[in-house]
């Protein structure tokens, strides 16, 4: 089924001051204040032509059942005209057991708080949806990439809350300002390439900015009456996902270290953090070292390397520089060829992402023998 073309904020007005409806909304994205502002919009629409006890309901999935949302959403109305209904914690954050397997999963969506009959008892409701009922799904940030949203996507109208490099520097900023701490240059840059990552053409790698206002939290905390933030206090204080974790992978890799890179893999995993984050730093951090090692080749100067590398101080240079010497440039543009392959199979197969990713892992690190590579 085709997605639909995403909608954007203004459509949403535009319809709503006509008095159109559509009968499902999906708003997603790492923009809550969007979010929250699109929903308001939704139930105040509603709220000034329905009885207020009966136009607006909220089903939160971690704090009610499933089967009391969709006993909601298919009882006919007899009391409002057109009522709304707000689905929420939709996603799951973790999950016990061992995911391990790559047995394919219901809809390729191993991070939603549903069981398979549950899923399909969804799609088939969004393929037919009541008409008397505005159905608003607010997941908050998603993998767009995944079957189960594309499918939710191919029958709502769609609309992404994801703000822009620009809009997460100027945000970034505004937060290191309002902190009242002062970052020394080499802190305060790597804080940048953590919490804003960067968009360059289709690709967006957004980094830990969703995590941004409570990681500042526990920053200030463990600075105490101190306001001097160096390079060692970050690094020791935040605990959101970071660069070191992937400069640990990378280190395992460019050493062959099977052990070490699997461990690092799983260390991540075990943080709950998603894919997504983990794929863009990556291949971000790949092609980085991919150009510092083509600048070092044509010996050129490190301030022309780091402007090539987009790199913004000598102290992540030299990082990269010490990983950029254990191997050759052909080598990292087969490890950035591996990577996008596994993007790829992630997006089209519905297997276990960091199985596939692990698969990737161990065929950098333990390349095919010539015989192999002559099939």
Request: charged share 30%; with cysteine.
């Amino acid at each position: 089924m085709a997605v639909k073309e995403n909608h954007s904020l203004k459509d949403l007005q535009q319809s709503l001051a006509a008095g159109t409806t559509a009968p499902v909304y999906l708003f997603h994205g790492e923009q809550e204040n969007g979010i929250a502002s699109a929903v308001r919009s939704i139930r105040d629409h509603l709220l000034r032509t329905g009885d207020p006890n009966t136009a607006w309901r909220i089903y939160d999935l971690t704090e009610c059942a499933f089967g009391d949302f969709i006993s909601d959403v298919l009882t006919v109305s007899f009391f409002s005209e057109r009522r709304g209904v707000l689905l929420q914690g939709l996603l799951k954050k973790g999950r016990g057991g061992d995911d391990d397997g790559d047995e394919e999963e219901a809809l390729g969506a191993k991070n939603v708080r549903l069981e398979e009959k549950e899923l399909l008892a969804l799609l088939k409701y969004l393929q037919q949806p009541s008409p008397d009922v505005v159905l608003v799904i607010a997941p908050g940030k998603i993998d767009m990439r995944q079957k189960l949203w594309k499918e939710i996507a191919a029958t709502a109208f769609t609309l992404s809350f994801n703000l822009a490099e620009a809009d997460r520097k100027v945000i970034f900023e505004e937060k290191l300002k309002s902190s009242g701490l002062t970052f020394a240059p080499d802190a305060r840059a790597w804080m940048e390439e953590r919490f804003v990552g960067k968009d360059s053409g289709k690709e967006r790698v957004v980094g830990n900015f969703p995590f941004l206002d409570s990681e500042m939290k526990k920053l200030s905390l463990y600075m105490g009456e101190n306001t001097r933030v160096s390079m060692t206090d970050v690094e020791e204080c935040m605990s959101a996902p970071s660069q070191d974790n992937v400069f640990k992978l990378t280190d395992a890799l460019a050493a062959r270290n099977m052990e070490g890179a699997l461990n690092a893999l799983k260390s991540l995993k075990l943080q709950g953090i998603h894919y997504l984050p983990v794929m863009g730093m990556l291949a971000s951090h790949f092609r980085k070292l991919l150009v510092v090692r083509s600048g070092k080749d044509q010996r050129l100067r490190d301030d022309e390397i780091m402007a090539r590398a987009n790199v913004k101080s000598p102290w992540h240079l030299n990082k990269l520089m010490d990983q950029a010497r254990k191997m050759t440039a052909e080598q990292f543009k087969k490890i950035i060829f591996r990577l996008a392959r596994a993007d790829l199979r992630m997006k089209s197969a519905g297997l276990n992402e960091w199985h596939i990713l692990e698969q990737e892992l161990i065929g950098i690190i333990t390349p095919r023998s010539k015989t192999q590579s002559l099939r």
